[in-house]
T-cell receptor, first 114, second 115 residues
Framework: KAGVTQTPRYLIKTRGQQVTLSCSPI?????VSWYQQTPGQGLQFLFE???????NKGNFPGRFSGRQFSNSRSEMNVSTLELGDSALYLC?????????????FGPGTRLLVL | AQKVTQAQTEISVVEKEDVTLDCVYE???????LFWYKQPPSGELVFLIR??????QNEISGRYSWNFQKSTSSFNFTITASQVVDSAVYFC????????????FGTGTRLTIIP
């Protein structure tokens, strides 16, 4: 069974631009979560989607948004990029959004904002 | 609020030594879930184990073992006879059925195995 895939793997943008990252969950998994990883803040939860609906959202500004499609694939968008948005963005999928479900992570998209 | 503390920022041991990574958590939930993930240099978080709060049995998987103690809110991870391939950053994480955070991660412990 294929794991979580994320595209692109690497991205370079400039301040003020916007970016869209894509995540395909493990087949059969319907919950997708996004995390941001930076050296200073560590791993932080961005948001979670299930059945095309955002269920939970972390403490991030409105420039960070996402969506989920009917096939459970998810995209996240960051508008008006800032230097501090440079990070590894990790997507994780699980069967359902229930607490005990294990999340399986993709390889991440490494975003560099210049 | 939930919190996970991994006090050891970096650990280096010589190959074949045993090493224990510490994890202390805080939560007000009576039902919660603890996880360990491994992050090699490639960046992907690899799932190692999940433990439910109502199951305090320790677990062993090959060279890996986990010691869960609710009395001290700790979920420590021991690697026996370490190998160079064990070099990675290890994260402890806490999840629950409530709240907005899907998983709360610790800051990670960078483990280096010296050949």
């Amino acid at each position: 069974k294929a794991g979580v895939t994320q595209t692109p793997r690497y991205l370079i943008k400039t301040r003020g631009q916007q970016v869209t990252l894509s995540c395909s969950p493990i087949s059969g998994h319907r919950s997708v979560s996004w995390y941001q990883q930076t050296p200073g803040q560590g791993l932080q939860f961005l948001f979670e989607y299930f059945s095309e609906t955002q269920r939970n959202k972390g403490n991030f500004p409105g420039r960070f948004s996402g969506r989920q499609f009917s096939n459970s694939r998810s995209e996240m968008n960051v508008s008006t990029l800032e230097l501090g948005d440079s990070a590894l963005y990790l997507c994780a999928s699980s069967l359902t959004p229930r607490g005990p479900e294990t999340q399986y992570f993709g390889p991440g998209t490494r975003l560099l904002v210049l | 609020a939930q919190k996970v503390t991994q006090a050891q920022t970096e650990i280096s041991v010589v190959e074949k030594e045993d090493v224990t990574l510490d994890c202390v958590y805080e939560t007000r939930d009576t039902t919660y879930y603890l996880f360990w993930y491994k992050q090699p240099p490639s960046g992907e978080l690899v799932f190692l184990i999940r433990r439910n709060s109502f199951d305090e049995q320790n677990e062993i998987s090959g060279r890996y073992s986990w010691n869960f103690q609710k009395s001290t809110s700790s979920f420590n991870f021991t690697i026996t006879a370490s190998q160079v391939v064990d070099s990675a950053v290890y994260f402890c994480a806490l999840g629950s059925n409530f709240g907005n955070e899907k998983l709360t991660f610790g800051t990670g412990t960078r483990l280096t195995i010296i050949p």
